[in-house]
């Protein structure tokens, strides 16, 4: 169970926190992407083996959602949210 | 029974408290401080329990979480499946019986199956209950394959329970190394955990007669014990096994010795700043033929029955070795009265320091077991000698053996650190670190008392500021210990007749190994699967170093080329109980509830999960109803009188900020924005892929203030989805979430009479059709209550959804319940709305939203905005559709005979063929209005088929139907809006 850095809560358990994927590109602008990009934008989701920024929602606490990177392959969090109060 | 195997004296039991238990319906004694194991082998039974596959008899092995072969099932209060009768302390009354035999463990008829066994080699299942289905052989092969039987009842007394902990240090085994890193690190003041598999501390020291400071070693145990259980900073949780070693340090323990008796077992999750893992070693077993008779016994199991439980396990011993450990236990064999005839050891040459312990003894080195007499108990053994050639038989009654021992990487593998194999120890040693966590001692392949205790102060006083290693300045001197080993992973197997075990707990022999390798398994991994070498209870305690050096030499690799498999958790068998803690039945998802759930009970309501785990009534059904006569009349009430629903689980939530509007543009298909406050529009959100999510309503308060609604069981998952845009994808909008499902109840009043109803009700609303038009709200009174009246529909009738507080909401239910006696209100449950929204053929997730439609495909193109540039969803959808591939479509479907149901979710096929479908039955219920079945069906190309006939193809029929427009009531809406 990974221990997450939440901006306002600081360390709690996974079990609070919902996974909201890993963070992708920027959703283009509809009226000026080509097909190919659209496509690749909702598809193309980050699956290394190794560091990943990935989105988490402290659902089961403040209702913050933040940005953590994460090492898949040792679970090592290696940047957390500015802290916030 | 006599206790003929009991020493006189020595031993960590206490003679004075005699034990009686039960075993195989036989009462036999034991003492305080045994374990089952013990006090079996003290009442001299050899065979404890018959192996998996050949029904061979076994008997005690090891001492401790090692053993593979005596499983036990554990009867009456204590009931529980597979019991390894090592690891059961001995209780007054405690009452066991052997598995996997019938009709008993001393005659067992699955024992036929040794014949067999050129039948069954390794793989045999997956080549042979394969024809004509697996479902033939499953309900057989799964009553075999569980071993013992499970507790058919929970325990009658007491609970189990869970713990969270935080802490500096968490140290693992209570042997040397962690006692000493206990005590040094406790001295700094630091708050320490200190968890233990065995019913009492010491590990190795309980059973090697150490000495520490010219003392007795457990001296020092015990001094180390007093001190630390007087530290308030210390907990020390013996008769507990760390199990589980997760992400970030978090360790599960299973705490079995609960001070409090009402608690059966205790399950702790602590997560530690470091985890110092001292789990010492755990012998590995040698591989000959015939090594699982009865009598075959690891050499330190032997030692620990004889020195700590005073039993002694035979009388006649011969030792087979690779290694010096077996040296030091001569003294303690021969002081108990055991005859040492030979000591069979594999190494040429032997130091002559270690045999200096065996003096007296008759050492026969270079020299192998070439095979075990004996079935149910050894009676001799075959001693081969590579020095002369020569065979001898041996008479005895025990075998002791050893192949070295493996350091405990179970955990250290769990944190997801690397192993390394060591030539030197001719085992696998921690290599790599990835969480905060650090070994010491035999678990990292240190094996000498002196060395263990300088390595772990030099890691303990490094972790600590000067100041606080001033409090540990304590000397300790000890024994001189040696090791060393010459690693043989099996006796010569390549012709061998007799069957030599590697598992004995899943019977995989060396035969099994070779036909892995020779039919191509060779990658560690599948060997374990083909085989089953090392799974199991004991997932290869002892045995699978022996299959990885086994493939090693008959692949001509090194061990570390062949890896190890995947240590996983639990590193023992953990019980259900103990992972769920007070979680159990009602407690593991509570049910939600409104305040008319009692209400609901009281009038005998059927309830069901309606999603998001919220109670709903089903229906109400009356004395001698059935369930379609109950959902007929309340159906027909709503169409022709008045009903009343709880609507109060719908998803609720109050968006308030500057820019509110333009955020519900972004995520509903149609246009919101231009609503005036006091009305709302129903609109649909679709995910960015272009397929529907929810549905709803919205409705504008004022300027910057709105509200919506969601369906019940999505209402989560939407509040996720609008936060997370405005998170990530449009943190520039001003709009604040709250989510108020729980502040608002609300009863829907629907019919049409619902309006005459709520002027007897009484209000100061004004409800003329004109002044209060469909989809516009009111706030005022409803009987006095302040209320949030809303004109929407979920039913296609004139309909009143009166939010209130929930402090009013059950006084709001009897009013009306009260009022509409005149009117003969009935309420309605989930099973009537079912059928009033089919009727009126409005959409349902779970039904006609399955994730794969989006608008255009339920008919609703009057939903997609043609005047915004964007919302979520819409590129996606023209994209979809651009590919011009066929949609399945939502059409009406009418039985061609009336009176027969098509059941929800019934294919439909061409012309009923038997080919590819062609869409699906969504719903289909009796229609009170149109006196007959009506269903709704996701078609290809069903808009265009209107008219045509489909075909639902069943199993055993076919039922033709006619499409139609998916409205089979009031199609223009005028009552909605009546």
């Known amino acids: 169970m990974l221990l997450i850095k939440c901006p306002f809560c600081k360390n709690r358990n996974e079990t609070e926190f919902v996974y909201g994927g890993p963070v992708g590109a920027n959703r283009p602008d509809p009226t000026r992407a080509s097909d190919e990009e659209w496509v690749d934008f909702l598809t193309m989701v980050p699956n290394p083996t190794g560091p990943v920024h990935e989105r988490w929602w402290h659902a089961r606490g403040c209702g913050e959602w933040f940005i953590i990177c994460r090492d898949t392959v040792t679970h090592e969090i290696l940047e957390t949210p500015i802290e916030k109060s | ?978």
């Not at chain 2, 978090?250 to 399950?267: D, F, G, P």
């Open chain 2, 1 to 978: 029974m006599k206790s003929h195997n009991r020493l006189k004296a020595g031993g960590r039991i206490d003679r004075s408290k005699r034990l009686s238990f039960n075993f195989n319906g036989k009462i036999y004694y034991g003492f305080e401080g045994d374990t089952l194991a013990s006090a079996m082998l003290a009442n001299g039974l050899n065979v404890i329990s018959r192996s998996f596959k050949y029904h061979r008899p076994r008997g005690i092995i090891g001492s401790g979480v090692e053993d593979p072969a005596s499983l036990v099932e554990l009867l009456d209060e204590e009931a529980s499946g597979n019991n390894l009768s090592t690891n059961v302390k001995l209780k007054e009354g405690l009452s066991a019986k052997s598995i996997n035999c019938w009709p008993s463990v001393d005659f067992d008829f699955g024992a036929i199956t040794q014949y067999f066994e050129k039948f069954i080699p390794a793989g045999f299942y997956y080549k042979t209950f394969k024809w004509p289905t697996w479902h033939l052989f499953e309900p057989l092969i799964r009553v075999a394959a569980g071993l013992a039987n499970a507790p058919k009842m929970p325990p009658k007394s007491g609970h189990f329970e869970s713990r969270n902990a935080h802490t500096d240090y968490l140290i693992i085994g209570a042997g040397p190394a962690g006692l000493l890193a206990t005590l040094i690190a406790a001295r700094s003041g630091a708050n320490v955990f200190l968890v233990d598999q065995n019913t009492e501390a010491g590990g190795s020291l309980l059973s090697l007669n150490l000495s520490i400071n010219k003392r007795p070693a457990m001296d020092w145990v015990d001094g180390v014990i007093k001190e630390i259980s007087a530290m308030s900073n210390v907990t020390h949780l013996q008769d507990s096994t760390a199990w589980a070693y997760r992400e970030h340090n978090l360790v599960v323990v299973n705490e079995r010795e609960v001070e409090n008796a009402s608690i059966i077992e205790r399950s702790w999750r602590i997560r530690a700043k470091k985890v110092i893992i001292a789990t010492g070693a755990i012998e590995r077993s040698l591989v000959f033929p015939n090594n699982d008779r009865p009598g075959v016994m690891l050499a330190s199991a032997v030692q620990t029955f004889v020195s700590r439980y005073a039993v002694k396990p035979g009388e006649n011993l011969v030792i087979f070795t690779n290694n010096d450990s077996v040296y030091s236990y001569i003294k303690d064999f021969k002081r108990a009265g055991i005859n040492i005839l030979a000591i069979v050891d594999s190494r040429k040459t032997i130091e002559s320091d270690v045999l200096d312990y065996a003096a007296d003894e008759r050492v026969i080195p270079y020299s192998i077991i070439k095979n075990v007499n004996g079935y149910k108990k050894v009676n001799s053994v075959v001693v081969e000698s590579f020095g002369d050639n020569g065979l001898e038989i041996i008479s005895c009654d025990l075998l002791a053996h050893s192949g070295g021992w493996n350091p405990a990487v179970h955990l250290h593998s769990q944190s997801r650190g690397t192993v390394s194999f060591d030539e030197k120890i001719a085992a696998f040693i921690p290599d790599q670190y990835v969480q905060s966590a650090i070994n010491i001692g035999a678990c990292n392949g240190n094996f000498n008392l002196r060395e263990i205790f300088d390595e772990t102060k030099l890691f303990m006083l490094g972790q600590l500021s000067a100041s606080k290693q001033m409090v540990y300045e304590e000397k300790l001197e000890c024994n001189k210990q040696m090791y060393s080993i010459e690693a043989l992973w099996s006796t010569d197997l390549l012709n061998e007749k007799n069957k030599a075990f590697f598992d004995i707990q899943n019977d995989v022999t060396h035969h099994d190994i070779q036909l892995a390798l020779r039919e191509g398994f060779s990658n560690i991994e599948h060997v374990k699967r083909y085989t089953t070498g090392g799974m199991g209870f004991d997932q290869g305690k002892t045995g699978n170093v022996n299959i990885i050096g086994a493939i090693a030499d008959l692949e001509g690799i090194g061990l570390n080329d062949v890896g190890t498999t995947t240590f996983r958790s639990p590193f023992t068998p953990i019980s259900f109980g103990s992972i769920s803690g007070v979680r159990e039945g009602a407690v593991v998802l509570p049910f939600r509830h409104t305040p008319v759930t009692k209400w609901n009970l009281e009038k005998g309501a059927f309830m069901y999960e309606a999603g998001a785990r919220w109670r709903r009534p089903g229906y109400f059904p009356r004395d001698g109803e059935s369930f379609q006569e109950a959902v007929n009349r309340e159906c027909h009430a709503v169409r022709t009188g008045v009903g009343v629903y709880d609507g109060s689980p719908l998803g609720k939530f109050e968006l308030k900020g500057e820019n509110v509007g333009e955020f519900l543009d972004l995520i509903y298909t149609n246009m919101m924005s231009s609503l005036l406050p006091g009305n709302g529009r129903y609109g649909l959100m679709l995910t960015d892929d272009g397929l529907i999510f929810d549905d709803g309503v919205a409705f504008r308060i004022d300027q910057h203030r709105w509200f919506i609604s969601t369906s019940s069981g999505h209402s989560d998952s939407v509040n996720q989805h609008m936060q997370k845009i405005l998170a990530f994808d449009r943190p520039d909008l001003d709009v604040k979430i709250t989510n108020i499902t729980n502040q608002w109840n609300n009863a829907t009043v629907c019919g049409p009479l619902a309006r005459k109803l709520l002027q007897k009700l009484g209000t100061n609303i004004d409800l003329g059709n004109s002044s209060f038009p469909f989809m516009t709200f009111r706030e005022g009174k409803i009987a006095n209550i302040p209320a949030r009246v809303i004109r929407v529909s979920f039913t296609g009738e004139l309909s009143f959804e009166i939010n209130v507080s929930p402090r009013n909401m059950l006084t709001l239910w009897e009013k009306i319940i009260k009022a509409g006696a005149e009117f003969d209100i009935l309420p309605v449950g989930s099973e009537a709305s079912h059928v009033l929204r089919v009727e009126k053929g409005f959409l349902s997730l779970g039904h006609e939203v399955d994730g794969t439609v989006d608008p255009y495909d339920l008919g609703m193109n009057w939903v997609m905005s043609k005047k915004k540039i964007d919302f979520i969803g819409k590129r996606s959808v023209h994209l979809r559709r651009s590919s011009g591939i066929v949609r399945r479509e939502l059409v009406g479907l009418l039985p061609t005979n009336p009176d027969e149901a098509i059941p929800e979710g019934a294919p439909l096929t061409p012309k009923g063929k038997k080919v590819a479908t062609e869409g699906f039955t969504t719903a289909c219920v009796w229609s009170v209005v149109n006196n007959r079945w009506v269903g709704l069906a996701l078609l290809e190309n069903g808009h265009s088929r209107h008219g045509e006939e489909a075909y639902v193809r069943l199993k055993n029929k076919i039922i033709k139907a006619e499409i139609t427009r998916p409205v089979f009531h009031d199609p223009d809406g005028k009552l909605l809006r009546s």
